[in-house]
């Protein structure tokens, strides 16, 4: 061990890997599941908790995050003129997969790299009459300033979808995230504050009118969630990803992991879609009920981080826009300036036991059409938050990122 090793304490702790973000899922959580499907009760408690929670008129669940985008906007293009739809240039690929699965045209707008939100004079320059819908993506639990964006959507007539993936349980100005706009769609996939699989959409009063009635139901994804639970610790972790790696050194790719029930690309867009199983609700519903919990951890962790690095130069911490409330902060985004920094620090911080990630590097974004998310593909880098980080673990990840940057810059 290296003496900067040991002040970092990049490696107290063998064969140990913190995973880029989890939500925990217990064996009480599994044994509810299993409770709540064979009482067939788990997906409609689990609904009508989130429904109570945002106030919403209707709500649905679907199998993938891909199918409830999908399945949003196959009812708002229903009732609604137009064919495109409107997202950011930084976002996950999830978005324009399901707008062109069902027959959409895809166009983007800019984002502030300052604070992650939506630029509106950019969603104001882009937005046109065949626009169907504007979608907002709260990226890692970042909000835009939505009462702009209502405004903006409903002067052009168009929709405002609001993408709560990492942003459910938060607040801007008092409202809850999810009640801005014309629909909501959750992302229960892994790594999100409720990692079930799946996805939901929510609309208010005037909103597309979805249901579960009269859907399939999927069957109940017992082994994919035992084995989230058991292999999300950072010890089981460590052990997957070595097993993972060492396969595909042999030739023996694994795919992508996910939590979805059925899968997360390989996507049929032909209603009806199914609903999520009563194992998945019952379960979804106990860590809907902790959420709370696992933000006051997440937020603890995230304030070490901005005190720790908020003077350091070469990196530029992410704030929010003002008004935000009960940040999830399901991942912590630094802004690194150079890339060679960048790199150095994903491999220091795999060397002490961290998988640190980047976001949404591909497509590469054009820097002269948008500069803001330009930016943020080619600078940010994220770090666990998760119940599984502890003191420890802020101390080694905060040492192994000054370390590297005083060194770079």
Not at 102 to 114: E, F, H, I, K, S
Not at 226 to 235: K, N, Q, T
Not at 328 to 357: F, I, K, M, N, W
């Amino acid at each position: 061990m290296t003496d900067s090793s040991r002040r970092d304490g990049r490696r107290a702790r063998r064969w140990r890997l913190l995973a880029p973000a989890v939500t925990p899922i217990t064996t009480g959580d599994l044994a509810a599941g299993i409770k709540g499907h064979a009482k067939r009760s788990g997906r409609a408690a689990f609904r009508r908790a989130i429904v109570d929670a945002l106030d919403a008129a209707h709500a649905a669940t679907y199998t993938s995050i891909r199918r409830a985008l999908a399945a949003s906007l196959i009812a708002l293009a229903d009732d609604r003129e137009g064919d495109r739809v409107l997202i950011p240039a930084f976002c996950s690929p999830d978005f324009p997969a399901a707008i062109r699965g069902v027959g959409l045209g895809v166009d983007r707008y800019d984002v502030d790299p300052a604070t992650l939100a939506a630029d509106p004079a950019a969603v104001e320059g882009a937005i046109g009459p065949e626009t169907l819908a504007v979608v907002a993506v709260n990226v890692l639990g970042y909000s835009s300033p939505m009462a702009r964006l209502a405004a903006i959507a409903s002067r052009a007539d168009s929709a405002l979808v609001e993408a709560l993936g990492y942003a459910l349980g938060s607040r801007l100005d008092g409202q809850p995230l999810g009640t801005f706009g014309d629909c909501a769609v959750l992302n229960f996939q892994q790594g999100k504050p409720i990692p079930v699989g799946g996805g939901m959409v929510l609309s208010q009063s005037g909103g597309p009118q979805v249901a579960d009635a009269g859907r399939p139901a999927i069957t109940a994804n017992v082994g994919v969630l035992a084995g989230y639970a058991a292999l999300s610790h950072p010890r089981p972790y460590y052990a997957y990803t070595r097993v993972r790696d060492g396969l595909a050194r042999l030739g023996h790719s694994i795919d992508r992991p996910t939590t979805h029930p059925e899968g997360e690309t390989d996507v049929a867009y032909d209603p009806p879609f199914a609903t999520v199983s009563n194992f998945q609700g019952a379960i979804g519903r106990r860590v809907f009920d902790r959420l709370d919990r696992y933000q006051r951890h997440r937020q603890r962790v995230a304030r070490q981080y901005d005190a720790s690095f908020a003077e350091l130069s070469g990196v530029q911490t992410i704030e929010p826009i003002d008004g935000l409330e009960r940040h999830q902060h399901v991942r912590y985004p630094l802004l690194v300036a150079s890339s060679d920094c960048r790199e150095r620090l994903l491999a220091a911080l795999a060397d002490a036991g961290v998988q640190a990630t980047t976001m949404y590097d591909y497509p590469a974004i054009d820097p002269d059409q948008f500069p803001g998310a330009a930016r943020l593909q080619r600078e940010i880098l994220t770090l666990p938050t998760h119940p599984y980080v502890d003191q420890r673990d802020v101390a080694s990840i905060v040492g192994t990122v000054r370390r590297v940057v005083t060194a770079t810059t």
